[in-house]
T-cell receptor, first 111, second 110 residues
Framework: SQTIHQWPATLVQPVGSPLSLECTVEGTSNPNLYWYRQAAGRGLQLLFY??????ISSEVPQNLSASRPQDRQFILSSKKLLLSDSGFYLCALDRAWETQYFGPGTRLLVL | GQQLNQSPQSMFIQEGEDVSMNCTSSSIFNTWLWYKQDPGEGPVLLIA?????ELTSNGRLTAQFGTTRKDSFLNISASIPSDVGIYFC??????????FGTGTRLTVIP
């Protein structure tokens, strides 16, 4: 069965520091992968999606970037974090019949 | 732009009561999905609907694909404390993406 791992689970970072969040998947090949952000008490905002290695589509302009160095690895990065980057970051993959499966999430607090 | 509005935004109900929530779209959807997000976790798919008028159940949950294809409804019967969470509707947005609604936050009072 498919599994999504997200690391770290929780992160507290100062403003201006760099960021690297990792998402790895198991049990599938060549999945479409997604990064979402969820602000406290809010809905899901799609940040990036990837249909394959090295292929990244950005949905919202921001100071974040994404990379897909391997088929089952999706990384979310920033060179300098802003306070507004705080939130719950979710990685997801495509499943059959237009559905998506979500990982456990990373909670980021920027101070 | 495309919008998915969920109503109500939040609900406080007594354990054992039935729950109804809905999702309306500014455009036609050919697929409606309902997800539940437990506190501090990722959303989990509850029900998927693929045909206008379709009524699908998953245990105490029942969802309907509106006949106009611009709305969907989710009902929970005999609520229990573990029903607490945020319920999201979603639909396809382009070839590879999903568009999520604003969410309905459910609180069940024991």
């Amino acid at each position: 069965s498919q599994t999504i791992h997200q690391w770290p689970a929780t992160l507290v970072q100062p403003v201006g520091s760099p960021l690297s969040l990792e998402c790895t998947v198991e049990g599938t090949s060549n999945p479409n992968l997604y990064w979402y952000r969820q602000a406290a008490g809010r809905g899901l905002q799609l940040l990036f999606y990837s249909v394959g290695i090295g292929q990244i589509s950005s949905e919202v302009p921001q100071n974040l970037s994404a990379s897909r160095p391997q088929d089952r690895q999706f990384i979310l990065s920033s060179k300098k974090l802003l306070l507004s980057d705080s939130g719950f970051y979710l990685c997801a993959l495509d499943r059959a019949w237009e559905t998506q499966y979500f990982g456990p999430g990373t909670r980021l607090l920027v101070l | 732009g495309q919008q998915l509005n969920q109503s109500p935004q939040s609900m406080f109900i007594q354990e054992g009561e039935d729950v109804s929530m809905n999702c309306t779209s500014s455009s036609i959807f050919n697929t409606w999905l309902w997800y539940k997000q437990d506190p501090g976790e990722g959303p989990v798919l509850l029900i998927a609907l693929y045909k206008a008028g379709e009524l699908t159940s998953n245990g105490r949950l029942t969802a309907q694909f509106g006949t106009t294809r611009k709305d969907s409804f989710l009902n929970i019967s005999a609520s229990i404390p573990s029903d607490v969470g945020i319920y999201f509707c979603a639909g396809p947005a382009g070839a590879n993406n999903l568009f999520f609604g604003t969410g309905t936050r459910l609180t069940v009072i024991p």
